[in-house]
């Protein structure tokens, strides 16, 4: 069964830099994107981007210049790194693993636990 | 603002049927057969209930249901039960490369 576990700072000023990290834990890293979503404070999800084990990536246009996702394959672990934050940036955010390829056309699943992100000065 | 929409709240009594909309364009829900729902429970992670319009995973019940017209998906959630209430999401490729979402439905079971 797979699972994914993440973490990383949850207080930030702004214009720092969001760092996070998420840990696959069984079944296959390479054969899947693995993805960045994040959940504001009583509003909808929002995709963030997507990384395989190669490190191709894709990126939400919206926030593509602020973005960056890495990846350590030997570890299978995905990075999500968010410059310049502000308080839009407030949120829950989560790993997964998209299934059907990139943009994950089959849907998200498993998902991490979540690490709520604060920006505050 | 979402780019899909979806009703703030629906509700049902237990054993009733209850139908969640999700209305988008043909850039994305019209457009594609990527077209799936999540449910979350307050503190807990998205799960996964729908894929490619009306596919359900493993262990998903067959209770919950997709379809889409048009624009427009929708989750049926037939014979609710206490535990189907919780936050459902749908979600989208979209043309431009990028994954849409709506801003979510809060089920109440009454």
């Known amino acids: 069964q797979v699972q994914l576990q993440q973490w990383g700072a949850g207080l930030l000023k702004p214009s720092e830099t969001l760092s996070l990290t998420c840990a696959v834990y069984g079944g296959s890293f390479s054969a899947y994107y693995w993805n960045w979503i994040r959940r504001p404070p009583g509003k909808g999800l929002e995709w963030i981007g997507e990384?395989?084990?190669?490190?191709?990536?894709n990126y939400n246009p919206s926030l593509k210049s602020r973005v960056t996702i890495s990846v350590d394959a030997s570890k299978k672990q995905l990075s999500l790194k968010l410059s310049s934050v502000t308080a839009a940036d407030t949120a829950v955010y989560y790993c997964?693993?998209?299934?059907?390829?990139?943009?994950?056309?089959?849907?998200?699943?498993?998902w991490g636990q979540g690490t709520l992100v604060t920006v505050s000065s | 603002q979402s780019a899909l929409t979806q009703p703030p709240s629906a509700s049902g009594s237990p054993g009733q049927s209850v139908t969640i909309s999700c209305t988008g364009t043909?850039?994305?829900?019209?457009?594609?057969?990527?077209v799936s729902w999540y449910q979350q429970h307050p503190g807990k992670a998205p799960k996964l209930m729908i894929y490619?319009?009306?596919k359900r995973p493993s262990g998903v019940p067959d209770r919950f249901s997709g379809s889409r017209s048009g624009n427009t998906a929708s989750l049926t959630v037939s014979g609710l039960q206490a535990e189907d209430e919780a936050d459902y999401y749908c979600?989208?490729?979209?043309?431009?490369?990028?994954?849409?979402f709506g801003g979510g439905t809060k089920l109440t079971v009454l």
């Open positions: 979600s989208s490729y979209a043309d431009s490369n990028n994954v849409v």
């Open positions: 990384i395989n084990h190669s490190g191709s990536t």
């Open positions: 043909s850039s994305d829900v019209g457009g594609y057969n990527y």
């Open positions: 997964a693993r998209g299934l059907g390829g990139s943009y994950s056309q089959l849907g998200l699943d498993p």
């Open positions: 490619g319009v009306n």
